[in-house]
């Protein structure tokens, strides 16, 4: 056993993303046990601070995906216990879990991230949504991404290359969050870069490329075997290559994130690297891009790019 003490790693949860970090947990435990660390796996439920207060953990490893656990809660209160734990700090997660936040924070820094509008769902029964939609339409143009304001997983996200498709698009996203983010869809590659503290500073792992096999990296796609190939690191010109650490590098530093975090990318035909978002509990299932990105050797030495500028832009 290694001198770590007693590793507490959660899983599970109430999100819609339960079966996700259920075997996100599993695969996370197993790892750590083959590495000699004395590790626990429990799921969230109301006898977890009682355990927490009777015997405290040396570590808490959360690998909850979605509501209370990447949004902050549970930080928050892991810190009330003084619980030390892996992972963003509860100002951190919600900057990262709340897209258009997370969006703005990184266009403030001239990464690109695609044009979109947020809005409630009341507004459209509020305001009239035949108007609404045009008005989206006519801003942003299509095809169109529709997504929930949080969450992850793809889950209550459609593309939408009909303007009499997008009514049907935003209800299915109401049915994860009561905010809908619509937003321009980027024809291009779908690339993720891992970020790792290491000796103090983050570090851009190398890029991992997805090619989905049915043409959107749908929950179908990211948790099939199969779904999607994976290349790593991604086909990309060294120039490309090194905004996209960058732009990975950018996020992390920005959001207030610590530890480990993955930031999800699209790669035009022109080469301009597009910001998606961050996710501060990447999923360590056995397709999780995550798991795809391996140790790096003296190939990748050139590809691992530590932050040396307060901002960077994306173009």
Known sequence: MTDLGRVLVLAGGLSAEREVSLQSG???RDALVRAGVDV????????????LAAEPPA?????????????????????????????????????????????????????RT????CLPRDA??????GALVERIVARLGLPLVVKPRAGGSA????????????????????????????????????????????????VALPAVG???HGGAYDYAARYTAGGATFTTPADLAPAVSDVAGQVALTAHRLLGLRDLSRTDMIVDGDGVVWYLETNVAPGQTATSTWLRTRRPD???????RRPRHRHVHAE
Do not use: N
Request: with cysteine; glycine share 12%.
């Open 59 to 111: 570590v808490v490893w959360p690998v909850l995906h979605g509501v209370s656990g990447e949004d902050g809660t549970l930080q928050e209160v892991l810190e009330m216990f003084g619980v030390p734990y892996v992972g963003g700090v509860p100002a951190g997660c919600r900057a990262a879990f709340d897209k258009p936040t997370a969006k703005a924070l990184l266009a403030s820094a001239g990464v």
């Open 40 to 51: 626990h796996l429990r799921d969230v439920d109301a006898g977890l601070l009682g355990g």
């Open 114 to 117: 695609p044009a979109s509008v």
């Open 124 to 129: 459209f029964a509020d305001l009239g949504a």
């Open 298 to 304: 003296r190939r990748d030495r050139a590809r691992l």
């Open 210 to 212: 997805i090619a989905p």
């Open 26 to 28: 599993a695969r996370l």
């Open 155 to 202: 889950m209550g996200v459609s593309v939408v290359r009909d303007a009499a498709d997008l009514p049907a698009a935003l209800m299915a996203a109401t049915g994860y969050h009561d905010w809908i983010l619509v937003e321009q869809a980027i024809t291009g590659d779908e690339i993720t870069v891992g970020v790792v503290d290491l000796d103090g500073a983050p």
